[in-house]
């Protein structure tokens, strides 16, 4: 079974500094996506980015980034520039590729994010 | 992307009773997902509801407990039976875009409080 591992429960980070969060997983499959999600205290999911597994260029959106290592599957996300708004519950999340639509998202235990003035 | 209009927001229940959650989409979508968020934890996946067919429940989740209807491919309900304060939790509908291969889209959630 895949599983989802995020190491940091909390995080801190001063306004307009870059912070980095922590995603392993754990899959026998070679087709994948990943994705982080942001939860702000409003409660809705938003997605920030996604990777699939078999493009090795590293996606960005913006002040967003990840460091998708395959073989260490590792997929940690960027964010640079923080700001206020990026104060948020930070959620890794897993799913294979069977090209289906009932194809399942896995997630992590998540990362509480505060960004500091 | 979708949007996903969900309702109640948040509801106070007493012991014993039931509640059922909407979710209405602003476009057709195959599958619909529901999952469980207890506080300061993950989501754990409920079950996926397909259109005219029944949901296919998780582990550790059943039918009787939590029935879902899927009449079409806009509007989705959960129902919560026979509430218990382990079922204090936020609840949250979700949709697959059609266009955007694996992105699930989300409702805002439901917060219950079972007292």
């Known amino acids: 079974a895949q599983t989802v591992t995020q190491s940091q429960p909390e995080m801190s980070v001063q306004e307009a500094e870059t912070v980095t969060l922590s995603c392993t997983y754990d899959t026998s499959e070679n087709n994948y996506y990943l994705f982080w999600y942001k939860q702000p205290p409003s409660r809705q999911m938003i997605l920030v980015i996604r990777?699939?597994?078999?493009?090795?260029q590293n996606a960005t959106e913006n002040r967003f980034s990840v460091n998708f290592q395959k073989a260490a599957k590792s997929f940690s996300l960027k964010i640079s520039d923080s700001q206020l708004g990026d104060t948020a519950m930070y959620f890794c999340a897993f799913m294979r590729d069977y090209g289906g639509a009932t194809n399942k998202l896995i997630f992590g235990t998540g990362t509480l994010l505060a960004v500091q003035p | 992307s979708a949007v996903i209009s969900q309702k109640p927001s948040r509801d106070i229940c007493q012991r014993g009773t039931s509640l059922t959650i909407q979710c209405q989409v602003d476009s057709q979508v195959t599958m619909m997902f529901w999952y469980r968020q207890q506080p300061g934890q993950s989501l754990t996946l409920i079950a996926t509801a397909n259109q005219g067919s029944e949901a296919t429940y998780e582990s550790g989740f059943v039918i009787d407990k939590f029935p879902i209807s899927r009449p079409n491919l806009t509007f989705s309900t959960l129902t919560v039976s026979n509430m218990s304060p382990e079922d204090s939790s936020i609840y949250l509908c979700?949709?697959?875009?059609?266009?955007?291969?694996?992105?699930?889209?989300f409702g805002e959630g439901s917060r219950l409080t079972v007292l």
């Open positions: 979700s949709g697959r875009d059609r266009e955007i291969n694996g992105e699930l889209f």
């Open positions: 990777q699939e597994a078999y493009k090795q």
